[in-house]
């Protein structure tokens, strides 16, 4: 298709392109088949491929068209002249499940979930303004305990939390400590850190009833006595109340954005501090003005996200609605008028998508 008259008309083929993409790859990574080739490691027929992964072969057919198109999965052909499918090593190192941190794989599946959770109550809110509550989100919620296991179950312990106040952090939480994870859905780092550090107590609280019970399962199954789980609204934390001054440490993943009042929540996790305790806010690494953010490289698909889940849930009863893009300038000047007047802030080792907001009481 010729662009020469409109150069637009050539992006927007792209777009059409991509976007459909994304939907395929983000089936395929769903159902294990980039994985199934990446442990293949070598050239293999439809028929292969479909009984190591147990995958019908019309819908694999199907898929690998996309995926051959597209330049995702090559096709080559021997001497028989039958087609055979290899993903090259270098694709699978940031697609298939192994690439652990590195994995973008996953994030495929994050654009068409929200599309199914929420898309129409999206465009109603065009009109209305209405928030949209973390019920209409279910599987979207599944889909961040995934992201949780790829984002933290290689960095968290052996590298993100050795990197907090030079060290510090870890040798008081293998001496014990108390700890608090806020907004922690369904506990993946929260479990990770209870087994890592079993002198310390972990506290998680988060407003998802669900994904709390799936986090006390987890952490049940895997024989867990140093975590607890409680559902608390974070905002409801700022005035006295029973678990005032109690922690030494509070973490917070991707969870400020999200909240209805974020202010009052950073002044709750200030109140339950104790004298000079830590607070590490984990955010989105981006600009609180949309120019400073026209060159992200993923900025585009960040508003996204946040267009269609983090700022609607923040919007719920006439929540602040702040979305996920807020931006540091305007996080630091929040963590201030939390209380907090010693705030760091720095790149996290291994993480492009965050910054480390590292605060002391």
């Known amino acids: ?175 014990g400590i108390q700890v608090c994870d806020l907004g922690c859905a369904q506990g993946v780092a929260t479990i990770l850190m209870a087994q890592a550090f079993p002198a310390s107590r972990f506290t998680g609280i988060d407003i998802s009833g669900e994904a709390l019970d799936t986090a006390r399962f987890d952490a049940q199954a895997k024989g867990l006595t140093n975590v607890g789980f409680e559902q608390r609204d974070a905002a409801g934390l700022r005035h006295s109340n029973d678990l005032s001054g109690r922690f030494d440490y509070i973490t917070a993943f991707d969870a400020i954005h999200d909240q209805t009042r974020p202010l009052e929540a950073l002044q709750g996790i200030y109140e339950i501090l104790k004298d000079d305790g830590a607070f590490s806010m984990i955010d989105i690494a981006a600009e609180s003005s949309l120019d400073g953010n026209r060159n992200h490289p993923m900025g585009a698909f960040l508003y996204t996200v946040s267009l269609m889940h983090c700022m609607p849930v923040g919007l719920v009863d006439d929540g602040a609605g702040l979305g996920m893009m807020w931006g540091r300038q305007l996080a630091e000047r929040m963590l201030g008028q939390a209380g907090f007047r010693r705030v760091a802030v720095m790149e996290i080792p291994d993480d492009a998508f965050n910054l480390h907001f590292f605060c002391r009481k």
Request: aromatic share 8%; glycine share 12%; hydrophobic share 40%.
């Open 1 to 175: 298709m010729s662009d020469d008259a409109n150069p637009f008309q050539g992006k927007m083929v792209d777009i059409l392109n991509y976007g459909a993409l994304n939907l395929a790859m983000g089936i395929g990574y769903r159902s294990g088949v980039f994985d199934v080739l990446d442990d293949q490691n070598r050239p293999c027929t439809v028929d292969e491929i479909c009984s190591a992964g147990g995958l019908n072969r019309r819908y694999m057919q199907e898929w690998l068209g996309v995926m051959v198109c597209a330049g995702i999965v090559d096709l080559v052909r021997g001497d028989d002249d039958e087609p055979r499918f290899f993903l090259p090593k270098s694709h699978g190192d940031v697609l298939a499940r192994r690439a652990g941190s590195a994995n973008l794989g996953v994030y495929t599946q994050e654009i068409p979930l929200l599309t199914t959770c929420a898309m129409a109550r999206v465009v109603q809110g065009f009109q209305t303004g209405d928030g949209i509550p973390y019920e209409q989100y279910p599987d979207f919620h599944d889909f961040m305990g995934q992201l949780g296991e790829a984002k933290h179950r290689q960095v968290l312990v052996d590298v993100f939390l050795p990197s907090v106040d030079g060290g510090r952090i870890v040798k008081a939480l293998q001496r």
